[in-house]
């Protein structure tokens, strides 16, 4: 939430990907986007920024993806852009963009995928360029719009000058045989290129020996067909189904679809299956299987099949008015305790236990998923990393790729100015995320402005102060936690807690102060999380066991 902050896209530092996709943010575009020289990857879409495309977006020199789709930008598509000459992707549907399609878009020859649709652009399409070929682009959602090749049949634009509509026969007859003899190739070549794909159709494959693999057809089963009724999330890279598989596994799987148009999208498929091929934890989702094969339409088809979690994700508990959630529950506070010991063994695991150590690199409230008895599940993978072998400390290892890795507000601060990877950016996001569980606010909320944010908030208030910065359904009895009832119970007169709960309380916070410091060397690591946390839960038992 909140508004993209100038201090990120103002940097001229940055460079790889920068993602902003998915996080509420609104408000428009500052112009310093143009300072990001040196990034070829911008995504900015899924939001509610509005206001126009700035005219500096052409001087994002190095610029091959642009997503902007799903947001409310208005106003036309800037010439500037026949600057970008190496773009290759480009995503400006739904939106409110207007006028005409600049003829600049022809010139970009490196141009491979241009999504327009679902706009007010009127006018003329272009013909040369991206626009040859039908297949490239879409503008499907412009009523206004004429002309472009035969394929898009859309109405003739007004006649400018006539001319003489009674062509020769030579014209008409040399026109009529080369349109049949193109129309018998193309044939043949479908023709072909379809026998071969059944003969060979693990051309797309990709295969993991650790893990079964499963095919297509029985995941359109599982899922009657990927119906709308059995989708329940929806991500960077892709869309989750609930389905059933009924043969060797017989229970119900969370099925992660791959949206192989998204950029990136089959490389996060890839890092999530190296990252979890191997690895085995009670606070890891567990992945069953995988597809990767072809669907129905002959397309390339990628699939993650999890474990299902009865009880969603740790956001739509934290959040669940934000989220359209009738959640009535709410947790306690040794249920958050919990989930957050479960949360720092998962990374205590990858980070110090696997042959390879794992940076998660996303470690957020929506990545976190309850099973049936609210034990906490880290999940979704995709942007996860395996750092390097030869280094001898994980926290100073190099990784295979540069760019911003994370999701802002939880990303640390070191990753926005091309810093490593390192274990010690989790130890960053599991210090916000554990402020968050307890204090019920996210870090992108509203009243983080002016250079406040959600760690010094928390700060100023500890230890005297801190029932003011503590989420006040933390300590309400609920259906489950009879001890953290108890404390609720023995609150004193005024509605203060006792001097035992509120230490514990303090404790807690003071974790995730200390995870969430700016600089790397001065967070703890989650060894050391995980231990404090644990004995924060045994004492609020040991004091308040008689109460139970």
């Known amino acids: ?42 995504d900015v879409s899924e939001n509610k920024i509005y206001g126009e495309i700035p005219k500096t977006i052409g001087d994002c020199s190095r610029l091959e993806i642009l997503y902007m789709q799903g947001n409310l930008l208005q106003g036309a598509i800037p010439s500037s852009f026949d600057s970008l000459r190496g773009l290759q992707r480009i995503d400006l549907s739904r939106n409110n963009l207007s006028g005409s399609i600049p003829n600049e878009l022809e010139k970009l020859i490196f141009l491979k995928y241009l999504n327009l649709s679902f ?3 009127e006018g003329e399409v272009p013909k040369t360029g991206v626009f040859k070929n039908a297949s490239a682009f879409s503008l499907v959602g412009n009523r206004n719009l004429c002309g472009g090749i035969a394929e ?37 070549l479908c023709l072909f290129y379809w ?43 892709g869309s989750v189904y609930k389905g059933r598989l009924d043969q060797q596994w017989k229970c119900f799987v969370a099925i992660k679809v ?38 129905s339409k002959g397309n390339d088809f990628k699939a993650l099949v999890f474990n299902f979690m009865e009880n969603g994700s740790l956001e739509i508990w934290l959040h669940p008015e934000e989220n359209g959630n009738n959640q009535t529950r709410k947790l306690d506070f040794l249920q958050r305790l919990y989930i957050a010991i479960d949360v720092a ?61 994370g999701t802002i507000g939880y990303m640390p601060p070191e990753y926005g100015v091309g810093s490593s990877v390192t274990t010690y950016g989790d130890v960053y996001s599991f210090g916000i995320l554990l402020l968050e569980m307890f204090t019920g606010k996210r870090p992108t909320h509203d009243v983080f402005t002016d250079g406040l944010d959600l760690h010094n908030f ?47 309380v303090v404790s807690v916070l003071q974790i995730g102060l200390k995870c969430s410091t700016e600089l790397p060397k001065d967070r703890m690591s989650m060894k050391d999380a ?16 008689k109460l139970v």
């Open 530 to 545: 995980t231990s404090k946390l644990n004995d924060i839960k045994d004492i609020f038992l040991h004091r308040h066991q």
């Open 458 to 504: 928390v700060k100023a208030k500890l230890p005297r102060q801190v029932m003011q910065v503590v989420d006040p359904t933390l300590l309400t009895p609920g259906e489950v936690g009879a001890a953290t009832a108890a404390a609720a119970e023995n609150m004193d007169n005024d509605g203060s807690i006792d001097d035992s709960v509120r230490e514990c």
């Open 345 to 405: 063994s998962a990374l205590h695991y990858l980070h110090d236990h696997c042959e390879t150590p794992i940076v998660h690199c996303n470690l957020k409230p929506s990545n976190i998923l309850l099973d049936s008895d609210l034990t906490a599940h880290v999940g979704d993978f995709g942007l996860a990393k395996l750092l390097a072998e030869s280094t001898n400390s994980p926290s100073q290892s190099q990784t295979f790729s540069t760019g911003i890795k």
């Open 195 to 237: 026998q071969n794909s059944k003969k060979s159709p693990t051309f797309s494959t990709f295969t993991v020996d650790e893990l079964p693999q499963i095919s297509y057809g029985e995941l359109l089963k599982a899922t009657d067909r990927f119906s709308s009724e059995n989708l329940i999330g929806q991500g960077s890279f």
């Open 119 to 121: 706009n007010n652009l």
């Open 258 to 295: 791959l949206n192989l148009q998204q950029h990136g999208a089959s490389k996060s498929f890839i890092a999530e299956c190296n990252a979890l091929k191997n690895i085995r934890h009670r606070n890891l989702v567990k992945i069953l299987t995988y597809c990767s094969s072809i669907d």
């Open 1 to 42: 939430m909140g508004s993209i902050p100038t201090q990120i896209v103002g940097l001229s530092s940055l460079s790889g990907t920068l993602n902003l996709s998915q996080n509420s943010l609104s408000g428009s575009l500052p112009s310093e986007v143009g300072n990001l020289k040196s990034v070829n990857a911008l």
């Open 152 to 188: 898009l049949q859309l109405p003739a634009c007004p006649i400018k000058e006539e001319k003489d509509r009674r062509p020769s026969i030579v014209i008409v007859l040399s026109t009529t045989i080369s349109s049949f003899l193109f129309v018998v190739i193309v044939t043949f």
